[in-house]
């Protein structure tokens, strides 16, 4: 299904439950930034593929930021399109005989309801923090690079920016750690990646 406009998508995306939403930038009534604030504000976990002319890193960072999961610049070929699409439906579905839940020091992560609780605080994940999160907690004290994690959580070698990566670890660290400017559990290799320290 599809919509002509921000207004219309959204009253779809949340009437109709789609498994992925490709949400374009440039929509009339509301913009895809505001569409994409609002389902992630409603707690709707839908993979999002932000789809957009606009190229710069600014933007594309924007855009994940307030909960995009991947983004796609236009022009584009459909393959590509396709590709990310099928990657991003594999990765947010469920692992066969993984853990449900992780403790990560105050905060307890439940993969199965894409949740954090941290004290009062209840926090939602997107698909690929989850898929971020169970990549970094299977291996702990392990330095993993940031093309490992674009490669194995996005699925694509030539992803346009290892800053991707940053921004998502930024999202997981605001949601999970007591002091996200001096982490303790999602720790900064610098010139490598990262390691989760449990």
Known sequence: MSAPDGETGLELALSSQPDLIILDLMLPKKDGMEVCRELRSRNVRTPIIMLTARSGEPDRVAGLEIGADDYVTKPFSI?????????LLRRSAPADGAVDQVRVGDALVDFKQYVVVNGTERHLLTPLEVSLLRLLVHHPHEVITRERLL????GFQTYPTTRTVDTFVL??????ERDPHEPVHFVTVHGAGYKFVP
Request: proline share 0%.
């Open 171 to 176: 999202r997981l660290r605001q949601k999970i």
């Open 79 to 87: 393959l590509e399109l396709v590709a990310r699409t099928r990657a």
């Open 151 to 154: 490669n194995e959580i996005w």
